[in-house]
């Protein structure tokens, strides 16, 4: 049977709270893409959400600061999409109450400030059949099968948008020069495109969707994409 694999990328905030505990959108940090302590002020909390993360079963790929300051991202490795999806569900909650111990307030508010780029739920994906990724040609190329599934997402896209970006708050995100898409189109290289094709080939090889922000449901997402792909 075939399986879609998801590796999701997701972004948040760690904001600080004010005197009465309630959360504000207030950072005292200027740390900007891959900066670290003591520029990045969210260093250790960031760590600990990993360590956490780790104990209770996750695999994870790699986390960073990102380009706005106070804002961050944690990757998964690649897994099937329902596994994966429940584990979205668990990791917003653990990153929320780790932040808190921390006098800090985790956001997945896809643009919680307008002057800095919002936070996407990139999601690099790859069908499997059998235990061999479809995405693969010998040639090196996407594949066959490769361009089918990245022209059934451009080709339903439109409509999946409600559901991959639900919140009044996610267009807001999806805007010119934050580096967030706004036209349907695919690249190779450009980050700020809708879907990427990494240059990773052999079992590497995957598409990439950077539309999707962390506000969604990951159950309905994955279930689109797989069906969009598939037709």
Not at 5 to 24: K, S
């Amino acid at each position: 049977g075939y399986t879609l694999e998801v590796n999701p990328e997701c972004e948040f905030f760690l904001f600080h709270t004010d005197d009465d505990g309630m959360p504000t959108t207030v950072s005292h940090e200027k740390a900007g893409y891959l900066d670290t302590s003591p520029i990045d002020l969210g260093e250790n909390t960031r760590r600990d959400i990993i360590l956490t993360l780790e104990e209770m079963g996750y695999q994870i790929a790699s986390s960073h600061h990102e380009i706005a300051p106070a804002q961050h991202e944690i990757d998964f490795t690649f897994e099937d999409a329902l596994s994966t999806a429940d584990k979205m569900m668990t990791f917003k909650i653990a990153v929320r109450t780790i932040a808190k111990r921390y006098g800090l307030h985790a956001t997945f508010m896809p643009k919680p400030r307008q002057d800095v780029n919002g936070s996407g739920l990139h999601l690099h994906m790859r069908l499997l059949k059998n235990g061999r990724n479809l995405f693969t040609d010998e040639a090196g190329k996407l594949s066959a099968d490769g361009e089918a599934f990245l022209t059934g997402v451009l080709e339903h896209i439109v409509g999946m948008t409600a559901i991959a970006n639900p919140l009044v708050n996610s267009y807001k995100r999806l805007v010119p020069g934050y580096e967030a898409p706004c036209y349907i189109a695919w690249t190779t290289c450009n980050r700020s495109a809708l879907i990427r094709v990494p240059d990773t080939r052999g079992v590497g090889t995957r598409v990439e969707l950077r539309s999707p922000d962390p506000a969604c449901n990951p159950y309905l997402v994955f279930s689109l994409l797989l069906q969009a792909g598939s037709e």
